[in-house]
T-cell receptor, first 112, second 112 residues
Framework: SQQGEEDPQALSIQEGENATMNCSYK?????LQWYRQNSGRGLVHLIL?????REKHSGRLRVTLDTSKKSSSLLITASRAADTASYFC????????????FGTGTRLTIIP | DAMVIQNPRYQVTQFGKPVTLSCSQT?????MYWYQQKSSQAPKLLFH???????NEADTPDNFQSRRPNTSFCFLDIRSPGLGDAAMYLC???????????FGPGTRLTVL
């Protein structure tokens, strides 16, 4: 299965601290994406990194990709209470079959 | 604003009573997806459409059917819901295969 695994499953930090989540996957990919999901809501796309990229930034988000280790990390700097959510990585395999496979998710709690 | 809309947000049905969930989009995206998400789990792809081409996941139960009458609308039919079908159902769209997906808010299905 292509499904990614995320680590840790749950993370609690104080507001203002940085949060790091990791994602590992099993087969070659075209791109890797990160999504956020607030409780009981749909997913929101955060960032997409392609297989030929190593690092990408968007506001307080920094994503790295290491294709040799089949892993990615998401760093959220200067966390805020509103960052409390579940975060999922999703991979597009290089089969051209139009679909993403989601990881197991990290539940992030920011303590005010 | 362009968006993905799901109706209803909450659906209660009885064991074995057919139910239809709907999704509409104003983004004019070619690809539409249906996911099932159970509590604290990753979204699981049920099927997707590239334009009118229907793609069923191998492990999607026969109990689940889908229709896409036009670009804007997509329906998920559950012919005989079981207790195990209680979940959040998410609709998503993308303009290109494997690229960023835009999610609706989801329909929470309860089976009594």
């Amino acid at each position: 299965s292509q499904q990614g695994e995320e680590d840790p499953q749950a993370l609690s930090i104080q507001e203002g601290e940085n949060a790091t989540m990791n994602c590992s996957y099993k087969t070659s990919i075209n791109n890797l994406q990160w999504y956020r999901q607030n409780s009981g809501r749909g997913l929101v796309h955060l960032i997409l990194i392609r297989s030929n990229e190593r690092e990408k930034h968007s506001g307080r988000l920094r994503v790295t990709l290491d294709t040799s280790k089949k892993s990615s990390s998401l760093l959220i700097t200067a966390s805020r209470a509103a960052d409390t959510a579940s975060y999922f990585c999703a991979t597009e395999g290089n089969f051209g079959n139009e679909k993403l496979t989601f990881g197991t998710g990290t539940r992030l709690t920011i303590i005010p | 604003d362009a968006m993905v809309i799901q109706n209803p947000r909450y659906q209660v049905t009885q064991f074995g009573k057919p139910v239809t969930l709907s999704c509409s989009q104003t983004l004019n995206h070619n690809v539409m997806y249906w996911y099932q998400q159970k509590s604290s789990q990753a979204p699981k792809l049920l099927f997707h459409y590239y334009d009118k081409d229907f793609n069923n996941e191998a492990d999607t139960p026969d109990n689940f059917q889908s229709r896409r009458p036009n670009t804007s609308f997509c329906f998920l039919d559950i012919r005989s819901p079981g207790l195990g079908d209680a979940a959040m159902y998410l609709c998503a769209t993308s303009t290109l295969a494997g690229e960023e997906q835009f999610f609706g808010p989801g329909t929470r299905l309860t089976v009594l």
